[in-house]
């Protein structure tokens, strides 16, 4: 983000407005009691769902430590799409209505994927699709090749999700065998430049690094665009999954070039000074895969990856003496990255498909987990910490599976509201509680910049004031974000202000306003605000679409 993208003041003033029927705030010590939900899939020796299992038949544990159910729910599609039921425990009450929105991001991996494959798994996307989702949830699809690109943003319009899957069809795939040829034919190349006599193994081993740092970078890039889709979920509601359909995640993603080149020692001469295999190391990503799940436990995301390569098989290896070696060596190396995708799976509740080519089994399975699946809840008290917790559901001899995500992390109210703020740059699902209320006015130049001139209002009641002798108090921060039309995103802003106004003017005061002159050069088209009621942890959202070129100058 430009430097010279950001608030340059925040004026608060309570301006006097027409009387309101406000009911008078409660005011007395509040003890913040929260409580840590976590969704739990059960399914039986088939894997088929397990519904009508009760609070009793489950046990959660923090940390190690055993933790009382507080908040049990069985939600269960038994009739029309959308109808859930509650639990044995709780048949009188609702399933809270976070439960009854599905939130489904389609991640598409063509840095990795062969088109044929691809499109092979798509038509099982469109069904699965098209028969699970429901008003009230929402679907975004995200494409990796070259860079990311939001190929649908998050909607529930069915034409528009139907259309999105029909493009994904004509989006040009990168992935297949091509580097591997490239490599080879480059060995191949230095291997003919010297013949009859033979080039030393370090020659060789200098082309091999080279591919091999390409493929750890495309690797690393790939994870990062991952972990910021995922991260974009945080702050939105709802039951989150993320379906990532991808050909190779591995956390060594360097071994199968090592061990190509070591399957050609005779070809080198000193072969015995550097071991290709031994190099690979070098390259591991130790912790690609616990990233990966440490943000998705963080944003409330589970994972269900999908190798779209199913049952096949490397088969670009250029002669007979070299395939058998390699096709064991590229086994190993299909392994590492099945291993990273049911790890990222496993840690999250998810569940991962691969080696296998039954697509529709794949996304049966997640229809499942969307259609069953069970809520507890257990309360937490204290000062949160931002701290990563351990957590796992257990079942009392039932003889059933059970899935859950195996951490998470309870933040505090400061880092939920940036991660919400950022969140709603991109996805407008978040709930205004204080009914916050956004006005831009006209522009100014300043240098290469223009300065918007922009009024929060947040109603009185809404607010937690305290009485302080005759006078009224209270306390909030605003939160900023800033969107620019290449994607980038500043970080986040945060200003507390205090206000206070005599008591017995509040009858008449209808909201309090906050001026905030934004300065942003012509890339910035969005600002996300949030407002975080201190006292009662209430909070507001809006977002500002701002004029493009010289408009509202």
Known sequence: MNARTAVLALIVTVLHASPTSAQQPFFGETVEVRVTSVEAIVTDANGKPVPGLTKEDFEIFENGARQPITHFAEVRETGPAGTLTAGAQEAAADAPAELRQRVITVFVDNSTLEMGTRNNVLPQLRQFLNDNVRPGDAVAMYVWGNGLSAHLPLTDRKDAIEQAVGTLDNV??????????????????????????????????????????????????????????????RGVEGRKVLVFLTQELSTNPAEETFYFLESMSDKFLEPDALRPSSEARHYVLQDLAKNIAATANTAGVTLYPINASGLSTDSTMRDASQSAFLTSRNAAHTNTSTQTLHAIAEDTGGKATAGSGNWKLAFDTIANDLGVYYSLGYRTSGERQDRVKKVEVRLREKGYTVRARKSIVEQTAATEMTEAVTSHLFHSRVNNDLGIQTRLGNATASGNSRVHPLTIAIPTRTLTLIPDGSDMVGSFSVFTAFLRSDGEVSRVGKQTQQVRFPAASLVNRKAVYVKIDVTADSAVNAISLGVLDEASRATGFAIVKLPTGSAGL
């Open 172 to 233: 040009v795939a990168r992935g297949g065998p091509g580097w591997r040829q490239d490599f080879e034919r480059e060995i191949e190349d230095l291997i003919s430049t010297y013949s009859p006599e033979l080039p030393r193994m370090v020659q060789a081993m200098t082309i091999a690094s080279a591919h091999a740092l390409r493929r750890t970078s495309e690797t690393r890039q790939k994870a990062e665009a991952l972990k910021s889709v995922i991260s974009s979920l």
